[in-house]
């Protein structure tokens, strides 16, 4: 079915930003970005991995804490589809639910493959990739 190559994961990135403008960033190809996951051991590592490709990141796990979004404003927001990801979804559903946000470019990571599929019917314009390969999703949005 070709649902199926819909929701299928590679090593490579998949998505299209739509209508989503590219982010301007004043620093080349560092990008600010946030980071979210739902487990704090596999996020501080993610975050760093993401900081290795040389961003900064800012980063949230915390299910009783909401994250810190409103200011200042990413120039990606990233989230991990790996665990709890209605939870990610609701944190897309906000980013993107004012006009002022709707530039920031979402980069989903991982998950399986029935929940990334619930999760491009709701966010066709963001960007999926397999877990571990955001810096290069993050490469794309730039290109």
């Known amino acids: 079915m ?7 994961q590679s090593s490579s990135c998949s998505g299209t930003t739509g209508r989503v403008a590219q982010p301007r960033s004043t620093t080349g190809d560092h990008m600010k970005v946030f980071y979210v996951h739902w487990n704090e051991s596999e996020c501080k590592a993610r975050a760093k991995a ?10 949230h796990w915390s299910m009783t804490e909401h994250a810190a979004l409103k200011e200042p404003l ?20 906000w980013m993107w639910e004012a006009k002022k946000r709707q530039h920031i470019p979402i980069v989903f990571e991982g998950g399986v493959q029935e929940k990334v599929a619930t999760t491009k019917e709701k966010f066709p314009r963001a960007v999926y990739c397999a877990s571990g390969h955001v810096a290069d999703a993050l490469r794309r949005l730039k290109a």
């Open 50 to 59: 993401i900081r290795a490709a040389g961003h900064t990141v800012r980063s």
């Open 2 to 8: 070709a649902r199926a190559a819909v929701v299928r």
């Open 74 to 93: 990413p120039e990606a927001l990233v989230i991990s589809l790996d665990r709890l990801p209605s939870h990610g979804r609701q944190i897309a559903e």
